[in-house]
């Protein structure tokens, strides 16, 4: 997974390791990414969660693994959101855009 892909062009390939620590690598592929990505940052992060191009961003949603919605914002800023409370951990972030696009990514949270 790329967590950071660029805008553009976009080139792949695998590291594919044996057992036996032998290893090859795939074919390179390309992947044309439209538009900028938008994402969530720093990654971990302790006290605020940042947006990427926060005005384009329409719902934040916070999620535990288990899936319960522990943050949800309708106005994000650039002043980001509030994750102090939240104990250390893996969460799910989930950007909802105002074009309909929406993104999840992994957050880790940490003191």
């Given amino acids: 997974t790329d967590g950071t892909p660029l805008s553009g062009e976009n080139l792949y390939r695998l590291k594919m390791v044996d057992k036996d620590e032998t290893y090859a690598y795939s074919a390179i592929r390309n992947v044309q990414v439209k538009g900028e990505a938008i994402r969530p940052y720093p990654n971990p992060v302790s006290d605020k969660l940042l947006i990427g191009s926060f005005a384009k961003v329409k719902e934040v949603s916070v999620k535990n693994t288990a899936g319960q919605s522990l943050v949800t914002v309708q106005k994000v800023s ?34």
């Fill in 78 to 111: 650039n002043d980001g959101i509030d994750v102090s409370k939240l104990t250390p951990g893996v969460y799910i972030v989930i950007l909802t855009l105002f074009d309909g696009t929406i993104s999840t990514h992994k957050v880790a949270v940490t003191r």
